[in-house]
């Protein structure tokens, strides 16, 4: 990969060279170009064949979080934009100092006025026999993270070495990934360098909760197999299988280039205060630097040093003076915090506060009146303000008796407040550890017209990275602009500023028709989208131009592509359609042939009242549905953004209360609205009387069959976070209740934004607008009525979805395409 932009035989310009197209690297260039951006013309030597991302979020790729794009710092654009030459994919393996010259793997030579070595650190791998093997995997880059995600698909049993942030990382993401993990760390508590004994515990009780295996004390003694990882054996004569072992021991300076160059070369490369090596035309920075005696693996003090060395290359005098670290991290999900020193002893006076109900530890260690160290576990938001006080040197004795329940308790006199505590903050206390943003920076970011949370994320990158200071960041636009912060609906993601209902409204006024022109015409700022705005995109062109637009499968989920879902050993659950949970001898007989034919290890009655076959590998998954269609079965849809399943009771036909016929208003519904594709997941229930046995009033839109009729509600789900149906109306027959549910589903699918459920929508745009659109509305309703069953015309996907015999089909000529309603707030 190698982008050069032409240069102009007039250009003079000295010519800085950086070896390293990492963080820090980059880093350096953007303080530089800030600061004079026609000083230097630059080229950057990537080892990588990649673009400038942020390694601290590996770990949310390899757990499915995020892709490679949602990582992305600087973009090809950004390359191109200002005029870097990239040569990415090409390491620079000699630096010849006398004729300021270096020299790729690939015999690439470039000449250099000023030269930067920002190479970063090199993983520590423990030199025990059996290091070498097949299957022994760094975590350090996006080939790393490759690399555990192919042998994850395999599944098995990972052993994780290093029970400090990356491997526990790592583990937490194999985990996700459906495999059995061990971590075994040396020494006797977790992330000892970050926290004490106590949270250090705790996150061992949280992370074996989570079904992992940590041994700590564990002494590796060799990685044993042949020709490939088989296990790890331990010096008391544990023996631990595994498939892959990961070593996250930690990190080395990465040296090697300097020192063969011949440049000071201590525990990292030798620099000054503007991060000038031995030779004044060579700079250094990040991880692979040693200043006065420190080497930093943190993120902060690479910025500082980034800074500085920008300052010294346009002829600024200020210079770094080395910096007091603090960790804020997400372990697995779960915050923590450290700074300073919290190993205490003489004159040191311990505060502590532990709530095991919250899983909450604080810790803040006071000498001479002053924070030294603080610990914080499962509530970190009070970090910044302890850090910020430890390194001003503070004098807290006036704060003593309400330290440890925070900034926002302190700063309210004695009540809560969070915007008082961000207030209180001052102007240099860091707010974006990832990527070291100060108060005063957001500050002036808002003041320059960053009047949003996303646009002050574009403008600085604060909240861009992690999001853990997403609060603060709000927070600060309060105070900066009361009623003036534009609060409106979120981007649907980084490569647009347009929200979900902005897309949708322009999608019919410009009468666009596929992803490729939505992109172009509302200027996405990525060339072929992301994982969050393709699948949106592909919905919202589905729901506008039923019959026209051509299903893009390959901006589906995965799930949606395959009909199936992918279970934690890397096998894949199969659920037929059964209407309305009926089912008879040729369909349980075809099923009981797959199972047996596919050796599938267990069948199950899900919830909504269909069996699901577990076990099934992905290569027979067109198999098993062909098998399965011959007898008349078809998806239930239970991994799609679309009806997953109409649950009912026997109603009337047996049950001795049942005042309707449940059951079989259940298998019409569902024969109507299947295969249907839905901002997100929907379901239906009807219950024959007010017993409410097939629980109607939690699921999307349901049923309770009274002795006068149907009552109809919608917007109900269970879950985490249950919600009760609101009642949309009484209606005295079953074609009434199927035309309400048919126009329902139709505003809905109009209307919801992408992956908003039913629940959410109805409390954003009110029950009011639903009534008036559905039930006041006779007209409006049949014409919502009438576009769904077109679309419904157009819904299958394919054999696995055909829609069965007797399915009603109502098709209408075309109509015009609709026009979504004004949104009422």
Known sequence: MEHRPIKAESDTREHLVVIGNGMAGCRAVEELLARDAARYRVTIFGAEPRVNYNRIMLSPVLAGEKCFDDIVINDADWYAANGIALVAGDPVVTIDREAKTVTTRGGVSESYDKLLIATGSDPFIIPVPGKDLPGVIAFRDMDDVGAMLSAAERGGSAVVIGGGLLGLEAAHGLSLRGMKVTVLHLMPTLMERQLDEAAGWLLKQALEARGQTILTGADTAEIIGNGKVEGVKLKDGTLIPADIVVMAVGIRPSTALAREAGLAVGRGIQVDDHMVTSDADI??????????GQVYGLVAPLWDMCRSLADGLVETPTGY???????????????????????????????????????????????????????????????NWYFDLLKKQEDVSDLRDVLIFGQAFASGGGQADPKAAVAALSDDAEICGCNGVSKGQVVSCIAKGAHSLD??????????SCGSCTGLVENLLALTLGDDVQSGPKTMCKCTSFGHDDVRREIVAQDMRSIPEVMQKLHW???????????????YLLCALPGEYVDDQQSRFVNERLHANIQKDGTYSVVPRMWGGLTNPTELRAIADVVEKYEAPMVKVTGGQRLDIFGIKKEDLPAVWADLNAAGMVSGHAYGKALRTVKTCVGSEWCRFGTQDSTGLGVKLERMSWGSWMPHKFKIAVSGCPRNCAEATIKDFGVVCVDSGYELHVGGNGGIHVRATDLLCKVATEQEAMDHCAAFIQLYREEARYLERTAPWIERVGLEHIKARIVDDEAGREALRARFLYSQSFSQDDPWAQRAEGAEAEHHAPMARFTPQKEIA
């Not at 779960?334 to 919250?358: H, K, Q, Y």
């Not at 072929?528 to 919905?539: E, H, I, M, Q, T």
């Open 525 to 539: 700022s990525t060339p072929d989208g992301c994982s969050a705005c393709r699948p949106a995109l592909n919905y």
């Open 283 to 292: 700079l250094a920075v990040g991880e692979c630097v040693e200043h006065d």
């Open 455 to 464: 646009a002050v994320r574009g403008s600085c990158k604060a909240s861009a």
């Open 321 to 383: 003076r080395g910096s007091v670290t603090s960790t804020k991290l997400k372990v697995s999900g779960i915050d923590v915090f450290s700074a300073g020193d919290f190993s205490g002893g003489d004159g040191c006076e311990d505060i502590v506060l532990r709530d095991a109900s919250r899983g909450v530890y604080k810790r803040v260690i006071v000498k001479d009146d002053r924070i030294v160290g603080a610990v914080l576990y499962g509530d970190t938001a009070d970090g």
